[in-house]
């Protein structure tokens, strides 16, 4: 048996490794932003098992270039416009190696106790970053938590949702009537996925309007929905509202949406997934206006805010409801902490038991940028997508499809889908530039997404140059 490694080994292999990342990050703009293999590509590279005896680092570093490397679509390259941002940074990838290290399991306080108390402490730093209602803080009767994903946050507030619609009788009856779940047609398909997990049922969610132009939800139409429900005999249990949504960060308003909650008793879920991050600069905090009128919040550091996948941020303001709805307690868990009432004990908060020390990649960030450098992370973001917009703006052969309060930009060719569903693959087989697409009133849109802490004016001016280019070429062709 091949001898475990040991603390000095440990370190030798970890700087060649540390070496490799810091490596791979200088050499990242040079590289094709997506893998042109096929499918299986990777897979066929590999061996058929695993080595009978086992192999030094330096051997896993050489197939990383070989076999791994070839086959990835790059998220951190400057010209990595696709989705939203998954942006990561040096010192969210230092504070996740040393929660590696330390492999604390952090289910409860008593697990380790510096786990959840740095948790606690950075979701209201956080909550006093993003100028969050003050109800969500541990000091009141609310707190954060860092949840695995922001879909993961919409299933426990609809699980809240639910034990409070069904006046606590929830959890020991189940869903023994019909419970229903409000969220904009433009809303995440996470909270479809989320009312199915839960039982409620394809019937479970409907999807209320858009407004034509904003692409933001309809209170109207929310009230009218709520009400019809309620006079049918179904409960109305939550309602989602999007800060940001996925096609065209369109914001609900929060404002309209809050008071129809609060005065029909509704459970009210703000997803602030992507956009949420600007609110860390206050001339970015329109999409907050509202939010004292909701029962949870979240957002993912994660896409926008330099900590890498993954980090949820999700509040609530009645963490004693949330514990209540889903804590279960076995003998082999039971403590005298737990028994104190004196501590949070983070596996009430979310679904599964385990959980890793993630305070600790967020307590990197924090610190190696601090509140300047976070907003001028956000800010640059921001400006450089404006500068973009300019550019379709300016140029007769394209339109802007909406709105782009953050850094995202839609934008097509003006005319049928045909022409941009082209453009779009041109684009991205240029290997420079990598974009996404969604679909606004029917119509194919092309997305772009600025989010990467490499990506500066140059990348912008080369992808304006790569799609104006493609454009050109594609109307000689036609
Ligand atoms: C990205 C996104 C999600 C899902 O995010 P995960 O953290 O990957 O689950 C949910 N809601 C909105 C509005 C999003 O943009």
């Known amino acids: 048996m091949a001898a475990h490694m040991t603390p000095e080994e440990f370190r030798q292999a970890g700087h060649a490794v540390v070496d490799w990342i810091a490596d791979y990050w200088a050499t990242l703009p040079r590289r094709p932003v997506t893998s042109a293999d096929p499918p299986g590509s990777v897979a066929a590279r590999l061996p058929t098992g695993p080595p009978v005896t086992g192999e ?14 070839p086959g990835l679509t790059h998220w951190q390259h400057p010209g990595f416009f696709g989705f939203f941002p998954a942006n990561t940074s040096g010192p969210s990838v230092l504070g996740d190696l040393v929660s590696a290290g330390l492999g604390v399991q952090g289910m409860m306080w008593a697990t380790g106790p510096a786990c959840t108390e740095l948790e606690t402490v950075l979701l209201d730093w956080l909550a006093d970053l993003l100028d969050l209602p003050t109800r969500f803080r541990s000091t009141g009767g609310g707190g954060g938590v860092i949840q695995d994903s922001a879909s993961s946050a919409t299933l426990v507030a609809t699980l809240v949702a639910l034990h409070r619609a069904a006046g606590g009788r929830w959890r020991q009856a189940g869903v023994d009537r019909r419970y229903r779940v409000y969220a904009s047609a433009e809303a995440h398909s996470s909270v479809e996925k989320a009312v199915r997990i839960a039982g409620l049922g394809a019937d479970g969610i409907r999807l209320i309007e858009v407004d034509p132009v904003s692409l933001a939800m309809s209170p109207t139409a929310l009230r009218a929905a709520i009400e019809a429900d309620r006079a049918a005999g179904v409960v109305p249990a939550l309602v989602v509202a999007t800060v940001g949504t996925t096609s065209t960060t369109a914001v609900d308003p929060l404002p309209e949406i809050g008071p129809i909650c609060a005065e029909l008793g509704v459970f009210l879920h703000v997803d602030a997934a992507y956009a949420g991050a600007a609110a860390v600069c206050p001339e970015l905090r329109f999409g907050h206006a509202g939010l004292e009128y909701a029962d949870s919040y979240c957002f993912d550091p994660h896409k926008w805010l330099l900590t890498g996948f993954d980090c949820d941020a999700f509040w609530v303001a009645d963490a004693a409801e949330l514990v209540e709805a889903l804590s279960v307690l076995p003998e082999y868990l039971r403590n005298t902490a737990t028994e104190s009432g004196a501590v949070i004990d983070y596996r009430d908060w979310q679904v599964p038991l385990g959980r890793r ?39 007769d052969r394209f339109e802007l499809v909406a709105e782009h309060p953050y850094a995202l930009v839609c934008f097509r060719l003006r005319g049928a889908d045909g022409p941009n569903e082209r453009l779009l693959a041109a684009v991205n087989a240029s290997g420079r530039v990598f974009l996404t697409h969604t679909r606004v009133a029917g119509r194919h849109t092309l997305r772009l997404a600025v989010g990467a802490p490499q990506t500066t004016q140059e990348h912008i001016d080369e992808a304006w140059e790569v799609i104006s280019r493609a454009a050109a070429t594609l109307s000689r062709e036609s």
């Open 56 to 69: 030094p680092v330096e051997a896993v570093l050489a197939d990383l270039d070989r076999l791994v490397v």
């Open 357 to 395: 020390f993630r305070a600790l990649k967020l307590w990197f960030v924090l610190r190696w940028y601090g509140v300047e450098g976070l907003r001028e992370h956000i800010r640059r973001g921001v400006a450089l997508a404006a500068g973009f917009a300019d550019r379709v703006r300016a140029d």
